[in-house]
């Protein structure tokens, strides 16, 4: 016979475990008439017809009695509609429905770039290891092989794909310039707010040397193949090669990587070079969650505690959590909700409402961890070819691959 487990009623009737042991109790006891399923000496709830149909009068009887203290209807502000696209809302939804988690890309709109570009400013100026210095630094020395590469061709792109504030390439694109070849700087990213901020410093650098470009782009699903390919229309296609950058740890940040990386190949020239850099799996890496602006001492690092507040969920709704997950190789910052939520969402004649349980976690950020084998595997059973690693060591590992497009 088939039945519910106790986790599976809890999320299809926003209860308690509490609750499904209350009716399990009852129903043995002779006070509901639910069909009881006994194994391995445990009681659960028969998946029947007639089951759910007094499933559901329990489950609406129980809501209409939660109290204000266990329960807790929210509703997103007016910012939140004006900031995301219906269809980015509906994403939104349906990742939290299906996964417990809020899809990444989307803390970066809005007031979110803001705090994000105020982060990285703060490790660009820290002095101490980290992943933007490192990614500069491995940078600066690939570059040697990079134009030597790029030698036969009159031009060079850069493809900046994620371009946080564009800080890391500083540089990078400075040096380009002085080899005369550096012909665009195009950025392409979720977020029209970064995409502002790196135009701005870009153009601060560089001056009007440069063409600058800007995609917005999920690159989770939508390529951009229109940016790689422009100048195939002009007189120097031919000459004419783009370094496709893909860095500062992004890949390790997507549910499904594969996805960003099949859509980057699927954008790219077979000559053009993908650039990827990232923080190495160690112990010490691991134990890293400070994400904070200046010692800021919230429960969340801005950029993340801005999205939940668009949803109107507040902090005195949820705990926070950082662990490393052994069996998904990767560190994930969670929150726990201290009471059930709805999360009342309504977009044209479109209205969804998400029930989140006490003691339900949702994921907001996670890191997956490579070692430099396993990064260069990733990469090519999606197509790309290796042509070179480079590694800077110290308390901890960062790496750059160098790529061959499709």
Known sequence: MQYFKHIELIRLYNISDKTVRNWIDSAVAGKINLEIYEKNGRSYIANTLGNNAILDNLAARSKKYRNKRAHRSVCPDEDFYRLYESSEIRDIISTLEAHRELPHQYRYKGEGAKYWDQYLHKLYSSGTNNMLLATSRLLHLTLPYLLEIA?????????????????????FLQLLGKSGKLKKYVGIDISSELLDIAESNVRQWLGDSIIIEKYIRDISWQRFSDATMGDSFGEDAANTINFVLFLGGIMPNFRRPEVALDTIRNSINKNDLLLVSDKLDTDAARRF???????DKQKLARYNQHLLSLMGISDDLYEVEHSFDEKEMSRQILIKFKVAVSLNFEVGSFKKTLDIPKGERVLLWRGTHFSAEKLVDVFQSQGFNTLQTTKIKGNEEYLMLTFEGA
């Not at 030698?151 to 540089?171: E, P, Q, R």
């Not at 969650?289 to 010692?295: C, E, K, Q, R, T």
């Open 151 to 171: 030698n036969s061709y009159k031009h060079i792109n850069v493809i900046d794909v994620g371009v946080g504030n564009a800080l890391v390439l500083k540089d």
């Open 289 to 295: 969650f400070d994400f904070s602006i200046n010692g």
